[in-house]
Nanobody, 127 residues
Framework: QLQLVESGGGLVQPGGSLRLSCAASGFTLDYYAIGWFRQAPGKEREGVSCVSASGGSKEYLDSVKGRFTISRDNTKNTVDLQMNSLKPEDTAIYYC????????????????????WGQGTQVTVSS
């Protein structure tokens, strides 16, 4: 089974930045689309950003466009989410996920064809 491990969460003040990292264990990420999802208390999980296996296609939730950037480094077997200008409404547990190679970023960020999930990392934006 694919194992994904997130890191980089924490407490940050509004306007601050965090960088989340998703690392794979026991397999290479090269053949998977990877996405970042989040779930706030009392809300459904939503797709934040997704990147294709090649890295050529990316998708972002409207509310994070211009603030978050997804990137993948297949040599390090990681996919990062750089989060800038953080807002209190970004507070959530953030999960990374993997989907099969041919999954489009739009489909993946809609929550379809997800094969594996990480355990999540808490991001809290508060003064």
């Amino acid at each position: 089974q694919l194992q994904l491990v997130e890191s980089g969460g924490g407490l940050v003040q509004p306007g601050g930045s965090l960088r989340l990292s998703c690392a794979a264990s026991g397999f290479t990420l090269d053949y998977y689309a990877i996405g970042w999802f989040r779930q706030a208390p009392g809300k459904e999980r939503e797709g934040v950003s997704c990147v294709s296996a090649s890295g050529g296609s990316k998708e972002y939730l409207d509310s994070v466009k211009g603030r978050f950037t997804i990137s993948r480094d297949n040599t390090k077997n990681t996919v990062d989410l750089q989060m800038n200008s953080l807002k209190p409404e970004d507070t959530a547990i953030y999960y990374c996920a993997a989907a099969p190679l041919m999954t489009t970023v739009q489909t993946m960020c809609a929550g379809q064809f997800i094969g594996s999930w990480g355990q999540g990392t808490q991001v809290t934006v508060s003064s």
